[in-house]
């Protein structure tokens, strides 16, 4: 009998160690199958799989579909192309004709416009030239084509304005695959719309300024490396932008930048499985007024911004948080923490701000506090109150 143990034990060692190898093996060579799995339990256990017995013990807690959410939001509106526009399909700089966007591209010269005809364009657009605007007439959508495994819209070029543009559908094998794929320095995006990519906006370590206006990301991300957008460094802008449930465990806004202003924008969870709505790993100066945060009842982490937690400090001159005039609501089930900061060394302002939380904050003294959204005198979960925030243009007249 002893003989019996003694070889069921060492049996249970050997399988054990063989399962444990074995699963090694697949996340390193083969990381989706794990991703896949894991999204494919998460999904039965929210009630979005195929056992509907577990979703009926907690409805609050089951996943509302993109159609349901998405279906209250304001769709975004592109502007009219106007009697100036370049035929559907092709390209114009100044008075000259292309029959494609990346033939008008080679052609362009410091200081040029390159406008784009009405159309879906399957193919991507290498940007080579500094000092020149991208500009979309009428509905022009960039879909699915990528340009050196990286992106839609490679931009190898400083000073470029990009404007009225749709991106979509976005994906490499690395998982990094970006609308906009930035590798010059000084970019600015207005009136773009970016949706169901593994990237709206990807930037190498040092950007210069990117100035983001009026613009949308929507559904973005992929397996926690891809984000609504990635800023390397540099400087970052938000203006009167949305960014609406990211996926894949993805942050919403991923920054390194030194310093980091949102404004008049909406941050927002819905229904997506993200991450922070906001990750500064680098620290900085993070600024947010005058703007909505919403942590959906679905994020995967009960950080809602996340400020130094890779570098630490010192990685940038200052080092500094700053939230004022914001509606913050905390739907997450469970623990929640406005702000995780390396260390207490951050100064932080946290002021003037209307928080829904269940739970206390550190900052119940310098905010407007409620325990739900009825007490705030707002709708139910997943509506926003887009009627409450002082946006131009977000959401009803533009983005």
Sequence with gaps: MRILKLLLLWYFVIA?????????????????????????????????GHLPLLAAVDPGRERLSDDLVFSRIPAWRPRPGGPDAPPPGSARIGTRLFASAQAAADALTPGATLDIGEGIYKSPLIIRVSNVRIRGHGHVVFEK?????????????????????????????????????????????????FHDAQQG?????????????????????????????????GRLAIADSLFLAARGEGHEIKTRAAETTIVRSVVASLNGVDSRLIDAPNGGVLTITDSLLFEGPDTANSDVIGFGLETGLGH?????????NNLIVLDREGSVRLLH???ERVQVEVGGNRIVARNAT???????????????????????????LPLAGTGRDGP
């Design 201 to 233: 906006i990807l930037t190498g370590s040092n950007p210069g300024l990117v100035d983001i206006r009026a613009s949308r990301f929507e559904r973005l991300g992929h397996r926690g490396q891809a984000h609504g957008i990635y800023i390397g460094g």
């Design 316 to 324: 940038h001159p200052a080092d500094r948080v700053v939230l004022r």
């Design 16 to 48: 054990g160690l063989a399962l444990h190898v074995v699963f090694g093996a697949v996340w390193v060579l083969k990381p989706d199958l794990v991703w896949t799995a894991r999204e494919r339990v998460s999904a039965f256990l929210t009630g979005t």
């Design 145 to 193: 084509g990528t340009a050196r495994g990286k992106g839609s819209l490679v931009v190898a070029a400083d000073n470029v304005r990009i404007s009225d543009i749709e991106c979509r559908e976005i994906a490499v094998p690395d998982g990094n695959g970006a609308c906009i794929r930035f590798e010059g320095r000084n970019l600015a995006v207005e009136r773009v719309y």
């Design 362 to 388: 550190p900052y119940d003294k310098t905010n407007v506090l409620f325990k739900n959204r009825k007490a705030a005198g707002l709708a139910p979960y997943p509506a926003l109150p887009w009627e409450q």
């Design 341 to 343: 900061l390396v260390d």
